[in-house]
């Protein structure tokens, strides 16, 4: 069956790093759009950052934007987030999204907590 499974996850000091993995299963991922998304408490859930499969443009929210990376390795079926000059603002549960057409996959997502 179709499994996300987001790893990396934890409490981190600002301005510290951490680097998400997401491990995909169950579908040919190298046709899946991948994103990651957050949700803070209370909060909507938002797009942090997505890797179009053609041409391979990375796209990220503001807020991210020259600390986030996002990455995806194929051959192993799996997506990275990685995240730099960490903030408090950016706790929040990340979720790895696959999409293609009118599939969409969710993972269970990873808690990330930054503070001191």
């Known amino acids: 069956q179709v499994q996300l499974v987001e790893s990396g996850g934890g409490l981190v000091q600002p301005g510290g790093s951490l680097n998400l993995s997401c491990a995909a299963s169950?579908?040919?991922?190298?046709?899946?759009?991948m994103r990651w998304y957050r949700q803070a408490p209370g909060k909507e859930r938002e797009l942090v950052a997505d890797?179009?499969?053609?041409?391979?443009?990375?796209n990220y929210a503001g807020s991210v934007r020259g600390r986030f990376t996002i990455s995806r390795d194929n051959a192993k079926n799996m997506l990275y987030l990685q995240m730099n000059s960490l903030k408090p603002e950016d706790t929040a549960v990340y979720y790895c999204?696959?999409?293609?057409?009118?599939?969409?996959?969710w993972g269970q997502g990873t808690q990330v907590t930054v503070s001191s």
């Open positions: 999204n696959a999409i293609y057409g009118s599939w969409v996959y």
């Open positions: 890797m179009l499969l053609v041409g391979g443009r990375r």
């Open positions: 169950g579908f040919t991922f190298s046709r899946f759009t």
